[in-house]
């Protein structure tokens, strides 16, 4: 659905990389970089940082194949930074330079772009009362989508029909999705299929 995909990576843990560098006390910020370059001159290089413990948590990865297949040039061929209930801006495709800062990185995509309201629940202002304080964008809101009936389908009236769709967060887990036919005033269950993993993709029906 558009940019939303759920697949099975295959890689390294940054911080046995890291590790086998010799990172040092005082390790405070790891940027990234990749091989793509802007298409204009003024344009900012993409780069992106995490905090060191974020980065050496263990989840985070250099993944080099995608659904046991080596990655495909369009999701980052050959190396791609895999950031685990954070949203792709972090996901750095086409990987070729790490390193490690001792200081906060100030870099365009992390300062200027990709950020969202601080101390807003999901990113929601409204128009006549704008965030004043913003901060980059990090880890994936819950939210599902309905994926069938999809649009155009023809429902019969009166006729029992098959609703289903996914739920997905930043990697707490989906225990349970209900559903609503009269603007929230009352909710009913949907039936799960099982978890395939913290940060996978939850489906299901009703």
Request: charged share 20%; proline share 6%.
């Given at each position: 659905?558009?940019?939303?995909?759920?697949?099975?990576?295959?890689?390294?843990?940054?911080?046995?990389?890291?590790?086998?560098?010799?990172?040092?006390?005082?390790?405070?910020?790891?940027?990234?970089?990749?091989?793509?370059t802007p298409?204009?001159?003024?344009?900012?290089?993409?780069?992106?940082?995490?905090?060191?413990?974020?980065?050496?948590?263990?989840?985070?990865?250099?993944?080099?194949?995608?659904?046991?297949?080596?990655?495909?040039?369009?999701?980052?061929?050959?190396?791609?930074?895999?950031?685990?209930?954070?949203?792709?801006?972090?996901?750095?495709?086409?990987?070729?330079?790490?390193?490690v800062i001792?200081?906060?990185f100030h870099?365009?995509?992390?300062?200027?772009?990709?950020?969202?309201?601080?101390?807003?629940?999901?990113?929601?202002?409204?128009?006549?009362?704008?965030?004043?304080?913003?901060?980059?964008?990090?880890?994936?809101?819950?939210?599902?989508?309905?994926?069938?009936?999809?649009?155009?389908?023809?429902?019969?009236?009166?006729?029992?029909?098959?609703?289903?769709?996914?739920?997905?967060?930043?990697?707490?887990?989906?225990?349970?999705?209900?559903?609503?036919?009269?603007?929230?005033?009352?909710?009913?269950?949907?039936?799960?299929?099982?978890?395939?993993?913290?940060?996978?993709?939850?489906?299901?029906?009703?």
């Open positions: 659905n558009g940019a939303m995909g759920n697949a099975k990576w295959t890689g390294v843990k940054l911080k046995d990389i890291l590790a086998m560098a010799g990172t040092k006390p005082g390790s405070k910020e790891v940027r990234f970089n990749g091989l793509d298409p204009m001159a003024a344009t900012p290089d993409f780069v992106k940082s995490l905090q060191y413990n974020h980065a050496t948590n263990g989840e985070v990865m250099v993944a080099y194949e995608m659904n046991g297949e080596p990655l495909p040039l369009l999701n980052g061929y050959p190396l791609k930074l895999v950031v685990p209930g954070w949203y792709a801006t972090y996901w750095v495709g086409m990987l070729n330079d790490i390193q001792t200081d906060t870099g365009f995509w992390m300062k200027k772009a990709y950020l969202v309201p601080q101390d807003v629940v999901n990113g929601n202002e409204t128009p006549d009362s704008l965030a004043a304080k913003m901060q980059p964008i990090s880890k994936m809101d819950v939210r599902s989508i309905f994926v069938s009936p999809e649009p155009g389908n023809v429902i019969t009236v009166g006729a029992t029909s098959h609703v289903q769709g996914l739920a997905f967060d930043g990697g707490d887990g989906i225990m349970k999705v209900e559903l609503s036919a009269d603007t929230g005033k009352t909710w009913v269950p949907a039936k799960l299929d099982a978890e395939l993993g913290k940060y996978s993709w939850r489906r299901w029906h009703y």
